[in-house]
Every structure is written in C-alpha cells, then in structure tokens.
C-alpha cells in the first residue's frame, strides 16, 4: 500500500505538513442538518494544487492517494461521535477551485449538495485538476501569500474586519475574495473559532456553479 505521508514527506516538506494539518482538522456535528455539518467540516486542498504547478511528480494518481490519506485519517478520528454510533457518515471529494474534502451525518435529509455532476470515484473529480494552472483562476500571482493572511488574522484574534485588511493593505471586500480564491476560508474558520468568534460565511461554490461541479460520495455505515 502507498504510504503518501511518508512519501510527500522525503519529496516535499511543506506539503506533508499540508496533508497533516488537513488529516487533523476540526471535525464537528451540532444538530441535525448536514449542511451545518459540510460548512464546519470542509477542507479545501489548495497547497495541493499550488504544489502541483511546481512538482511535476503530483499527477491525478497522487492527488487521489492524498485525498483518501486524509479521509482515511478522518474514518479512525470519527469513531464514537454521535453519527458513528447512529446514523453513519456521508464523505464527499468534489471539486472546487481546489478539490475539497467534507464530511457530514448520513440524515434523512440526504445529500446537502443540490445540482451537482456525480462521478463513481475520485479520480473523476481529480481528473479535472490534471491541465489546469491553479495560477490561471486568478488571473495571475497574489499580492500576499495564504501565510501571510493567516498571519494577519492570527494577530488580529481571528477578525477579517478592516484592521486585518488594512494591514494587508487592501479593502475588507477583497480580503474575503482573497480568502476564498486561496481555499483557506476553512482554516481562517478554525482561527476564528479559537478566538471565540463565529464562523465566517464564505462563497457557496454550489450556488455559484450549479451543475459543474463534479463530485464523489462514500457512505460509512453506522458502527463501521
């Protein structure tokens, strides 16, 4: 079996410590919805993609192995939570401006996702990353880098208010633009939270793209 974390560790550092820190993000369930559940527990992989403009070694077979490397670690991580022991879980691998990795209960209410193209396995959402430059959907470089923004709203006790834009030297408007073309809104949701503010609502890619994004579903079974 591949062993991606060891793997991405000897042939790029910063990259494994990507892959750990999206194995290890918050995962939580309050209340019944899914939707609540796939806004708290979402990560978009954008280091992946902004490597793969410079590794040429990152092809769709790696990129499928770092997406189930990550859902694997969640599988172990999420034994015993309340949709463990009675409902099971629905993970999902769609595809964003990075892939993105969610999980949510298995409800009723079934999938949170309305108007997208279902594809049998991952590697028909990570085919589609294989000719496209993650620089292209933004029409060149980024005055600052994702570092450097979640810096900023590190110091600023997870506010994306005007200090923390300012201090970016940019209009609040465009640092939540900025946040949303990186991907990192998730980890910029996780500094809030610590912080002891509310999560921020960022762009749904559902409703901006309906019908174009393609996207993979597995269910765990309950007591899996």
């Not at 993609?49 to 410079?54: K, L, M, Q, T, V």
């Not at 599988?75 to 309340?82: A, T």
């Not at 209410?109 to 959907?137: K, L, N």
């Not at 946040?179 to 912080?195: F, P, S, T, W, Y």
Request: charge should be neutral; aromatic fraction near 10%.
């Amino acid at each position: 079996m591949r062993d991606v974390r060891a793997e991405t560790r000897a042939r790029c550092p910063e990259l494994a410590d990507a892959l750990e820190a999206a194995c290890a993000a918050p995962l939580r369930f309050e209340g019944p919805d899914p939707w609540r559940h796939s806004a708290d527990n979402h990560v978009h992989l954008w280091a992946l993609e902004w490597w793969a403009e410079r590794l040429d070694w990152i092809d769709t077979d790696y990129r499928v192995a770092f997406a189930r490397t990550v859902t694997d670690h969640w599988r172990g991580r999420l034994r015993g939570l309340w949709p463990h022991r009675a409902t099971g879980y629905r993970v999902y691998l769609y595809a964003d401006l990075a892939p993105t990795l969610s999980v949510v209960a298995d409800t009723p209410q079934g999938c949170p996702y309305a108007g997208v193209r279902r594809v049998a396995t991952r590697h028909g959402v990570m085919a589609g990353y294989a000719d496209r430059r993650w620089s292209d959907a933004f029409g060149g470089a980024w005055e600052v880098s994702p570092e450097r923004v979640l810096a900023a709203v590190e110091r600023n006790a997870g506010s994306i208010a005007k200090p923390t834009a300012q201090a970016l030297g940019m209009q609040v408007g465009h640092l939540r633009t900025l946040i949303e073309a990186m991907g990192i809104d998730d980890r910029v949701n996780a500094l809030r939270k610590r912080h002891g503010r509310r999560p921020a609502r960022f762009r749904d890619p559902f409703a901006d793209a309906p019908g174009d994004i393609a996207l993979f579903e597995e269910h765990w079974p309950a007591g899996y």
